[in-house]
C-alpha cells in the first residue's frame, strides 16, 4: 500500500545546525500519526517541508508515490495538505472572518469579494467551534486561544483529507481541547489522516494510533501507539533508559518562615476583584484556573506588568510600585510571561543576552558590559538548565520551542528572585525538560524563593504546596496538596463545591 | 570636464592647471555655462580641472580642497551661498592661488575678481518694463526663486523697490517657489484664480516658463499682446526656449544672462591672475564696468540685457530683439 | 482608550459592548474627514475663493500627478514594502520619452522617434524600472529601502545625464495631451485620478490580489503557508507602482508642457506624508487607498489655503509641517489607536 | 551559504563549534571593508593624489559633520524608532544660536545674547526638539516616522522663518572653533568625529544602555518585561540624537563660518543609504556602530574618487547612485542574509 505522505532521507541544515538528519516519515490513509521527539529534535522543520515551506536539502516528499509539487505551486500544496504551524499564521491586521478564508475569498461575477457572504461563512464557522468572537474584529485583537481556534478552525475547513497539527493544544485549556479532539475523531471517522504533534503524550495515546519519534534530528522509531508504553515513549524520546523519575514528594514547607509575598485586596478592572493571599518562603502556590478567569492578569500584576486599580502587593517586605517591572525586580521578583514570542525574548539577541537581560548590574562597572562576564554567567544558565544550543552566542530565534522557552526561564532565575512569578512556564515544552523545568522550580524553591505558577495545567500544578482556584475573577477555592485533579477541574469550571 | 589623467602634472613647463568648481547641473543656464567654459579654458590656453558642488556649499569647500590637492594655480567658483564660501577663501588666498568668482560676490573675504551680472538690475528692468506695459496699475505675480538663493532674493528686493517707488499702483504677490516649475505653475494657478485680473507675470527663472505658458493656456489667456486679456510675461536667463517664445509672442520679455560671458571672463580673469596683471575700477573693453566693492574685492559687472519682440526702450531700459545674434542663448550651436 | 470616551455610560451587556469598536475601525477610513472639514472652513474664511469650483478643481488638477504616486506607494507600502525611487521615475520615464522623440534641434532631444511612440514609451520606461526594483528586491532578497534609494539617485542621475540637466521642450502632441485636455470641463488628470483612485479602492478592498498585498504586508509566511504566491503579486506591485509613477510624470509633463530634469524632486516626502496621514502604516498590511486619497488630498488643501491666505513666504513651510503635526494628532484622536 | 567556507572542514569537539559562527557575526560588522578597499584601490589609480594624506583628511573633514548625524541615527534606529527631523535640527540648532548672538546689522541677527552663548544654545535648542520629537512619539504614542518627517518640516520653516532665507554670516568666535580649529595638525572635527565613533561602538556594544536599546529595537514587550524601563531610554535616545545632531550642526556652521538656511536639507537621504549600507536595520535591533561608520565613510570615498576621476557632473549622480546599489549587493554577498 503506498503511503498518503512519505518524507524519505530527508536533510535540512540551518547554518551549522542540522534540524533533520536523514530523516523520514511514512503516513498512511487514515491515520492519525503522532510525531514526538524533544525540543529541537526537528519536527517542526519535518512540517514546513511537507507543507512545501521550504526544500529539503537532500531527501524527498512524495504524496500518495508522486513526488511533491514546486513550492511555488502553492495551490497544489494546499490541496494535499492542511496546516496548523507551530508559529502563528494568522494576520493581526486583518479581520478574523478574513483570516479564515484568506485567499479563498467568495467572488461575485465581477470578480469582486462578497464580504458579507464571507462573514457569514465565517460566523458560522466559528460558531461550530463555540468561539464567541466578532468575526469583524481585527485578529490581531483576539486572544491567544481564540487565535488557534482561528487557526484550527482554518485548517480544518479546507475540507483537505490530510491535515498537520503541529501543537495545536500548547496554547489551549482543558475544555477547548476536549472540543478540539471531539472534533477530531469525527474527522476521522470520515477517513482524515491526521500528522499529530505535541508534548502531551497523553493525548498521543488518546487519539494517536501510529507513533514516530524523532531525537537529535533522526528517525528513532515508528510503531503502533498501543505497543509502546509511556515509559518506553519517553525513553525512546530522551535516549536514556531510565523513563520519567517519579515525582519527588515535597516535603511540607517549614510553617515559620517568613512571608515573600502578600497580596491584599486587589482589584483589576473586569479582570479579577479583591484578591488576598500569601506565599511564604520556599512556598510553591499554584494559580489555577481556564482562560478568562482573571489567573494571567493576576499573576501579571504581581510582575509589575500591569497596576491594579486597589489592593496592595508586597514583595519580601517592599512595596513595589505598581506597574513598575524593574521596581518588582529589584524587590526581587523574578517573571516567566505568558506568550514567549511576545514578551519572552528579542529574538535577534543572542541567548546570554536575552538571558541576563534582566541583571545588566552584574556584567560590570559602571554601566559597562563584560562580555566574558555575561557568556560565563549564560554558560552557567545554559548548563543549570541544559540548554540545547552550540553556544551563548546563538541569537535566540535560532532555537527550537521549547529551548526558547528555557531561556526565558533563565532570564527569570538570572537574578536570584525571592518570589519567582511564573504564567504557563511549560508550554510547548518537551515532556523531559517540562519534568526539568519544573525540577528546577522545585530546586528554586529549595533554597527559599517563593513560587507563584499561574497555570491551567494540572501537571505544572502538581509540585504546588497549595493550589488557589480562580473563576471570573474570584478565587473560589484553595487546596493543600493531594488534591485530586477532578475537584481542580470542577472549580475551575465554576462548579460549587462543598469542601 | 577634463576627464581623468595624471593630476600631479601641476607644474613643471605645460599649460596653467586651474580649478573651475561648477555650482549645479540641473538648470540651462549653468548647463550652457559648463559647455563654454572649456572652450574659453583652451582659448586662454589653460589646463583645467573641474568639479562640481551640486548646490551644496560643503561639496564645494571639499571640492575645493581636492582642486589645490591636485595643484592648481587658480580658481574659479560660483558659489550660490555668499556667506558660507568665506573659509574656502580664506584658506585659498593664504595658499596664495586667485580666485575668479562667477555670478557672486562673497559677503566677506578677497577674491581676485568677480564676474557677474547685478541681480538687482535683473529685478529692476523685469519692473520697468511690467510698470510700462501696464501704464503703472493692475496686478502681477512674482514667481521667486528660493527664499534661500541671494540672486532670488536680489531679484525680489530690487522688483518690489522698483514698483513701489516708480509704480505703486500695481500690486505684486510675490511666491516662493524653490526654484520648482510644478510649484511655480501650482502657485501661479491658485493665485489665478483669486484674482482672475493678474495682467503680468514676472518669472525669476525659466524654470517656470512652460508651465505658466500652460496655465495661461488652460484658462485662454494666451492671446496675442493687443488682445485686452493679455497677460505680460516676462522671465529671467535668456535661454534659447525664451527666445522662441518671444518670437512667437507667447511672452513678452526676458533679461538674458550672459552665460558665455561668465565663462568667457572668469576665464580671462583666471589666467591674468596667473600672469601677474592687476585691474583697476573704471569702464573694461567689452561693455562693462569694473567697480571696487570694498578694498580686495573687485567686480566686473556684465550687461544682462532686456530682450522684447520689438526691441523697444523701456523707462530707459534699451532692449535688443530676440533674434539678436549677441544673445548667447542664439549661440549655443557651436 | 478612545472606546471608552465613545461608548455610551451605561453598561451594554457583552455582545453588544463590541459594536462601538467596530464601527470605529471602520471610522478610521474617515479619520482625516474633521481635518479636511476643518480646513475647509479655514480655507473659506480666510478667502471666499476657496469653496468656488474653480478653486476646488484648482486643487484637485495641482495634486492629480502627485497622487497617481500616492496611489502607487501605498500598493507598495500595503505589501509590507517602500518604493522611494517613484519621485525618479515620474521624472524619468517621460524625461526618456522626450529624449527619444523631441527633435534634435531643441535642447537636448534626439529625435529618434516620431512623438507618437511617446507614450508608449514612457510607460514602458516605467515598467523596465519596476522589474529592476523587483529585481533586485524581491529575486535578490535586497533591502527595499536602500535598493530604492539607490534607484532614486540612479534614476535622478540619469535623468540629468540624458538631458544635460536641460529642460525638454516642444513635446509630442500625444504627451501634451492627457495632462492638459479638458473632458467636460474638467481637466482629464483630474478625471483619471479619480478613477484610478476609485480603481484602487475596489483592488485593495473587493479582490483577491488586494486582499493578498494585505496578507503579505502582514505576515509572509502566512501568505505563503495560505497559498498566495508572494513573489509574484510583489513583483507586479513593484511593476504597478512604476507603471503608475510614470503615468503621474506623463501627466506632470503634459501639464507644464515640459519635462525638467528636477521633475518628481522631493516629492517622495510629500508621497509618504500624504500616505502615512492618510493611515497607511509603514510596516505593512495596513491602510486603504481612501485613506491615501483623504492625505494627499488634505496636503493640497492646505497648501492652496496657505497660498491664499498670503501667509509671508518665508513662514509656509513651519506653518505648513505645522499643520501636518496636527493633522496626525487629530487622526491619532480620532483613530484611537498608538500609531505602530 | 558562507558559513560553510569559513568552517574548517574536520568535525570540532562541540565548544569548539561555536567560535566559526561568531567569528561570522563579528565579520558582518566588516561587510563594507572590501568595497572600502576596492574603492580606495580604483580611487589611486584614477588619480594618485587619492592615497596622499591630504586627501584622506579632506575626505573624513568633508564626513565628520553629517557622521554625526549618522551616529545619532544608528543609535534611534537600533532603538526601533527612526529620526527624519535630523536633517533640519542640523540647521535650526547652530541657526537659533546665530540668530540669538549675531548682532542685528549683519543680515538676519537679532544680537540678543553675547556670543559665548552661541554653543550652550545650539545644543539646548537640540536638546528642545529632542524633546518634543519624544514627546509626541514617547509619551503620544504618534508614530515616529511621520512625526519626525512633520518635524524636518517644521523646523527646516522655522529656520527660513527666524533668518528671512538668508544665510547668518560673522559668527561668534566660540561657534566657529569646533568647525574650523586644527588639533596637532588635524581638523578637531575629525578628532570629535572619531572620539564620537569610537563612544558610539563602547555604548552600542558594551553598555547597559546600549543593550537596553537593542533590546527595545528587536523586542520592546520583552523588554519592558525584563525590567528594562523602555520609555526613559527612548527618551534618552531620541534627545541624545538631537543633541548629536546639534553638534554636527555646530561642525558644519564652523567649518563654513555661516549658518544657511538650507543647512542639512536634503541629509537624511545620504544619512539613512550610510546606515543602511552599514548594516543597520531600518527596524531595529540590528546593526552596529562600526558598520554605520564603514557606511558613511564608503559614501564619502565614492564623492571624493568621482570628483578626482573629474566625471563629467551630469553623469556623477548616476554613478554615485550605481555605486551605492553594488556596494549593497556586495555587502548582501559578504552579509550573507537576505535583508529584512
Ligand atoms: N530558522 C531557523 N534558523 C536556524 N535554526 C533553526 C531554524 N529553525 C529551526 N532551527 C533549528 O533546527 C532544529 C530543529 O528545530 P524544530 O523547530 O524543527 O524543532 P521541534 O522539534 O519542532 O522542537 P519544538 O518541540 O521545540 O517545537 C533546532 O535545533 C533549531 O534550533
Ligand atoms: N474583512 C474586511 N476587510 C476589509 N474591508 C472589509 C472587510 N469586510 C468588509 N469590508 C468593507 O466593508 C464595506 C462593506 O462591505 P460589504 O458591502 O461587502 O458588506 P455588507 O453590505 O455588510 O454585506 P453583504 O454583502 O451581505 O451585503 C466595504 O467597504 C468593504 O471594503
Ligand atoms: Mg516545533
Ligand atoms: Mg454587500
Avoid at chain 1, 522509531?221 to 514528594?249: I, K, R
Avoid at chain 1, 493543600?480 to 481542580?488: I, L, N, S, T, Y
Avoid at chain 2, 524654470?207 to 488652460?218: M, R
Wanted: proline fraction near 4%; charge should be neutral; glycine fraction near 12%.
Amino acid at each position: 500500500m503506498t503511503p498518503l505522505v512519505e518524507a524519505v532521507g530527508v536533510t535540512k541544515r540551518y547554518g551549522e545546525t542540522v534540524a533533520l538528519d536523514r530523516a523520514g516519515i511514512r503516513v498512511m490513509t487514515g491515520q492519525t500519526h503522532a510525531l514526538v521527539g524533544r525540543n529541537g529534535a526537528g519536527k517542526s522543520t519535518l512540517v514546513s517541508i511537507l507543507t512545501g515551506l521550504q526544500a529539503p536539502d537532500e531527501g524527498e516528499v512524495r504524496f500518495g508515490g508522486e513526488p511533491a509539487p514546486r513550492l511555488a505551486d502553492r495551490n497544489a500544496w494546499r490541496q494535499r495538505v492542511a496546516c496548523v504551524y507551530q508559529k502563528s499564521t494568522i494576520i493581526p491586521e486583518l479581520t478574523v472572518a478574513e483570516n479564515l478564508y484568506l485567499h479563498r475569498h467568495d467572488l461575485n461575477r465581477f470578480g469582486l469579494i462578497r464580504w458579507g457572504l464571507l462573514r457569514r461563512k465565517a460566523a458560522e464557522l466559528l460558531a461550530t467551534w463555540s468561539v464567541d468572537v466578532d468575526v469583524r474584529l481585527p485578529a490581531g485583537e483576539l486572544d491567544v486561544e481564540q487565535r488557534q481556534f482561528v487557526e484550527i478552525a482554518r485548517a480544518l475547513s479546507f475540507g483537505a483529507r490530510f491535515i498537520i497539527l503541529d501543537e495545536p493544544t500548547a496554547q489551549l485549556d482543558a475544555a477547548a481541547i476536549a472540543r478540539l479532539f471531539a472534533r477530531i475523531r469525527t474527522l476521522q471517522e470520515q477517513g482524515v489522516t491526521f500528522l499529530f504533534i505535541s508534548h502531551h503524550l497523553q493525548e498521543t495515546y488518546e487519539i494517536c494510533d501510529t507513533v514516530t519519534v524523532f531525537r537529535d534530528a533522526r528517525h528513532i522509531l515508528t510503531t503502533t501507539v498501543a505497543d509502546l508504553p509511556h515509559a518506553e515513549l519517553v525513553a525512546a524520546m530522551a535516549g536514556e533508559a531510565a523513563g520519567l523519575a517519579e515525582t519527588s514528594s515535597r516535603t511540607a514547607v517549614p510553617s515559620g518562615g517568613g512571608v515573600v509575598l502578600g497580596v491584599r485586596g486587589l482589584t483589576y478592572g473586569d479582570a479579577y476583584r479583591e484578591i488576598d493571599f500569601q506565599i511564604r518562603d520556599g512556598e510553591i502556590v499554584g494559580l489555577a484556573g481556564a482562560a478568562g478567569s482573571g489567573r494571567t492578569e493576576l499573576a501579571e500584576t504581581v510582575a509589575g506588568l500591569r497596576a491594579a486599580d486597589a489592593g496592595t502587593i508586597e514583595v519580601a517586605g517592599r512595596v513595589p510600585r505598581p506597574g513598575s517591572v524593574p521596581d518588582a525586580l529589584a524587590a526581587g521578583v523574578g517573571f516567566v510571561p505568558r506568550d514567549r514570542h511576545h514578551q519572552g525574548f528579542v529574538p535577534m539577541m543572542s541567548i546570554a543576552d536575552n538571558a541576563t537581560m534582566t541583571v545588566p548590574d552584574q556584567l560590570g562597572e559602571a554601566g559597562l558590559i563584560s562580555g566574558r562576564r555575561r557568556d560565563r554567567l549564560a554558560r552557567n544558565l545554559i548548563a543549570n538548565l541544559a540548554i540545547k544550543t552550540p553556544g551563548p552566542g546563538l541569537p535566540v530565534m535560532g532555537l527550537s520551542g521549547g529551548n526558547q522557552q528555557k531561556v526565558v526561564m533563565a532570564r527569570a532565575l538570572a537574578s536570584d528572585p525571592r518570589l519567582l512569578v511564573l504564567i504557563t512556564p511549560t508550554a510547548g515544552v518537551d515532556v523531559k525538560s517540562k519534568e526539568f523545568l519544573l525540577g528546577k522550580v522545585e530546586e528554586t524553591a529549595a533554597k527559599g524563593t517563593g513560587v507563584l505558577i499561574a497555570s491551567d495545567e494540572l501537571d505544572d500544578l502538581r509540585l504546588c504546596d497549595r493550589l488557589l482556584v480562580m473563576f471570573q475573577g474570584r478565587v473560589v477555592a484553595e487546596m493543600a496538596a493531594g488534591w485530586h485533579d477532578h475537584d481542580v477541574v470542577a472549580a475551575m469550571e465554576g462548579v460549587r463545591l462543598d469542601a | 570636464g577634463s576627464g581623468a589623467g595624471g593630476g600631479t602634472a601641476a607644474s613643471g613647463g605645460g599649460k596653467p592647471v586651474v580649478g573651475v568648481d561648477y555650482p549645479r547641473s540641473d538648470t540651462d543656464f549653468w548647463n550652457s555655462f559648463i559647455k563654454y567654459v572649456p572652450q574659453f579654458g583652451a582659448e586662454n590656453g589653460l589646463e583645467l580641472k573641474t568639479s562640481n558642488s551640486q548646490n551644496d556649499i560643503s561639496k564645494l569647500t571639499a571640492n575645493v580642497q581636492s582642486l589645490i590637492s591636485q595643484g592648481v594655480k587658480g580658481v574659479v567658483l560660483a558659489p550660490q551661498d555668499t556667506a558660507a564660501v568665506a573659509p574656502t577663501l580664506q584658506q585659498l588666498n593664504t595658499k596664495k592661488i586667485p580666485v575668479v568668482m562667477v555670478d557672486t560676490r562673497p559677503e566677506q573675504g578677497d577674491a581676485y575678481m568677480v564676474v557677474r551680472a547685478d541681480n538687482r538690475a535683473y529685478g529692476e528692468k523685469a519692473c520697468k518694463f511690467l510698470g510700462e506695459k501696464l501704464s503703472g496699475k493692475g496686478k502681477v505675480v512674482m514667481l521667486q526663486g528660493d527664499l534661500a538663493s541671494i540672486n532670488g532674493r536680489d531679484r525680489t528686493e530690487a522688483f518690489n523697490t522698483c514698483m513701489k517707488a516708480s509704480y505703486p499702483g500695481i500690486t505684486v504677490f510675490g511666491e516662493a517657489t524653490n526654484w520648482d516649475g510644478a510649484v511655480a505653475s501650482q502657485k501661479f494657478q491658485t493665485q489665478l484664480t483669486a484674482n482672475p485680473d493678474i495682467k503680468g507675470v514676472y518669472m525669476q527663472s525659466s524654470f517656470a516658463l512652460s508651465g505658466t505658458l500652460q496655465v495661461l493656456q488652460q484658462r485662454g489667456l494666451l492671446v496675442p499682446p493687443d488682445d485686452p486679456k493679455h497677460v505680460f510675461v516676462i522671465s529671467n536667463d535668456g535661454i534659447p526656449q525664451e527666445l522662441k517664445e518671444i518670437a512667437a509672442g507667447n511672452i513678452d520679455a526676458t533679461v538674458s544672462q550672459p552665460a558665455d560671458q561668465y565663462a568667457k571672463y572668469a576665464l580671462h580673469y583666471t589666467k591674468a591672475a596667473i600672469d601677474g596683471k592687476t585691474f583697476k575700477p573704471g569702464p573694461t573693453d567689452h561693455d562693462s564696468t569694473i567697480i571696487q566693492v570694498r578694498p580686495g574685492l573687485l567686480e566686473d559687472q556684465l550687461s544682462a540685457p532686456l530682450v522684447t519682440a520689438d526691441g523697444a526702450t523701456y523707462a530707459g531700459v534699451a532692449s535688443v530683439k530676440p533674434g539678436d545674434s549677441s544673445l548667447w542663448g542664439n549661440n549655443l550651436g557651436g | 482608550m478612545p472606546e471608552r470616551t465613545l461608548t455610551p455610560a451605561t453598561e451594554n451587556a457583552a455582545p453588544e459592548r463590541e459594536r462601538p469598536r467596530i464601527r470605529l475601525a471602520r471610522l478610521r477610513d474617515f479619520a482625516l474627514i474633521p481635518a479636511i472639514i476643518a480646513i475647509a472652513v479655514v480655507g473659506q474664511i480666510v478667502n471666499p475663493i476657496f469653496l468656488q469650483g474653480d478653486n476646488l478643481i484648482n486643487i484637485l488638477q495641482t495634486m492629480s500627478e502627485i497622487s497617481l504616486l500616492v496611489l502607487a506607494q501605498t500598493i507598495v507600502l500595503v505589501a509590507g514594502k517602500m518604493d522611494l525611487s517613484l519621485e525618479s521615475t515620474f521624472g524619468l520615464a517621460p524625461g526618456v520619452a522626450a529624449w527619444l522623440t523631441v527633435t534634435a534641434g531643441s535642447g537636448a532631444g534626439l529625435g529618434l522617434l516620431p512623438g507618437a511612440w511617446s507614450i508608449p514609451i514612457t510607460l514602458a520606461a516605467g515598467a523596465l524600472v519596476g522589474v529592476v526594483n523587483a529585481l533586485l528586491i524581491v529575486r535578490f532578497g535586497l533591502n527595499g529601502f536602500i535598493v530604492t534609494l539607490g534607484m532614486l539617485i540612479v534614476l535622478r542621475g540619469l535623468l540629468t545625464g540624458i538631458s544635460g540637466g536641460q529642460t525638454f521642450f516642444n513635446l509630442p502632441a500625444s504627451m501634451l495631451y492627457l495632462g492638459s485636455a479638458l473632458w467636460l470641463g474638467v481637466p482629464a488628470s483630474i478625471w483619471l485620478c479619480l478613477l484610478l483612485f476609485a480603481a484602487g479602492i475596489v483592488l485593495l478592498g473587493f479582490t483577491k490580489y488586494g486582499r493578498a498585498l494585505y496578507a503579505i504586508g502582514g505576515n509572509v509566511d502566512a501568505a505563503k503557508a495560505a497559498g498566495i504566491r508572494t513573489d509574484r503579486v510583489l513583483w507586479t506591485a513593484l511593476v504597478g507602482a512604476s507603471v503608475l509613477a510614470a503615468l503621474g510624470g506623463l501627466l506632470m509633463s503634459g501639464h507644464l508642457a515640459s519635462v525638467a530634469a528636477a521633475q518628481g524632486d522631493g516629492a517622495i516626502f510629500t508621497v509618504f506624508a500624504a500616505a502615512v496621514i492618510g493611515g497607511v502604516g509603514l510596516n505593512g498590511g495596513k491602510g486603504t487607498m481612501f485613506g491615501a486619497f483623504t492625505g494627499i488630498l488634505l496636503l493640497y488643501m492646505i497648501q492652496n489655503v496657505l497660498t491664499l491666505a498670503g501667509v509671508p513666504a518665508q513662514w509656509i513651510q513651519a506653518l505648513n509641517g505645522g499643520i501636518i503635526i496636527v493633522a496626525l494628532m487629530l487622526s491619532r484622536l480620532t483613530g484611537g489607536k498608538v500609531q505602530e
